[in-house]
């Protein structure tokens, strides 16, 4: 039987790609490191082209060195995802082993998914509309210039019940002074370290509350320098949530 001898061109040869000559190569174990090193060098060319374009304002040609680059972070991306969704599954499982909830008895504004629902903003008149009179409408409240849709309790602010003044508006000083009639204002004069600790708890409380919910930002009026502060009232009352 006589032996054929392979042509020169045969596609089942194994071939590197040169940088320095631009094409590819017979694949040989004593050119790995040349390769490599010429390999590093055109990156090294491409990451100073990319830098000097910039500088310029030019854009250049997408090249495969920059997708090569950009693998790395890609695959780093894709990884994390996966590892996060696994963790959660896992906290998933292991709190209706351990406890029958998956969110281990944790309730707050996270596990409220009107939490990532996109917020607006409320003039003053509109923030009004929702002061707890119409019951085919929520109930919102502003404290510290946050709303927050607070018709989960609806006994509370609703109309006739003991907060209603709090609801369609932004009476944040009330919250601090329990002047339910008189200081239904965002005016914050004249309030004390202790009082302004109390009003940040109370905003705290709405804030990270688990069926209470930012909805948006009020745009407060400016308060007039030159007007009185709100003068104490004699029988403030705190109030209860």
């Known amino acids: 039987m006589t032996e054929t001898k392979q042509p020169a061109g045969n596609s089942d040869e194994k071939r590197d790609f040169d940088p320095s000559l631009q094409r590819s190569v017979p694949s040989k174990r004593a050119n790995q490191p040349y390769l490599v090193h010429q390999q590093y060098l055109a990156k090294e060319r491409r990451k100073e082209q990319v830098k000097k374009a910039r500088e310029e304002g030019r854009t250049l040609p997408p090249s495969d060195l920059d997708e090569e680059e950009s693998a790395p972070l890609t695959y780093f991306l894709g990884l994390s995802v996966v590892v996060l969704v696994v963790a959660i599954a896992l906290g998933s499982l292991s709190g209706m082993f351990f406890t029958n909830d998956p969110l281990w008895g944790y309730r707050g504004k996270w596990s409220n998914w009107r939490t990532y629902i996109p917020q607006h903003e409320f003039t003053m008149d509109r923030l009004m509309v929702y002061n707890g009179d119409r019951e085919d409408l929520p109930i ?73 919910h930012k909805v948006g930002r009020a745009r407060l ?19 209860r949530s």
């Open 140 to 212: 919102l409240l502003s404290i510290k210039g946050d709303v927050f849709d607070v018709s989960a309790g609806r006994l509370h602010y609703s109309q006739g019940s003991p907060y209603h003044n709090l609801a369609g508006r932004d009476a944040s000083r009330a919250f601090t002074t329990g002047c339910f009639e008189t200081h239904l204002t965002h005016d914050l004069r004249g309030l004390s370290s202790d009082q302004l600790k109390s009003l940040d708890a109370w905003h705290k409380f709405f804030q990270d509350h688990h069926t209470y």
């Open 221 to 239: 009026p400016p308060i007039d320098p030159a007007s009185p502060i709100p003068e104490p009232c004699r029988f403030g009352r705190p109030q």
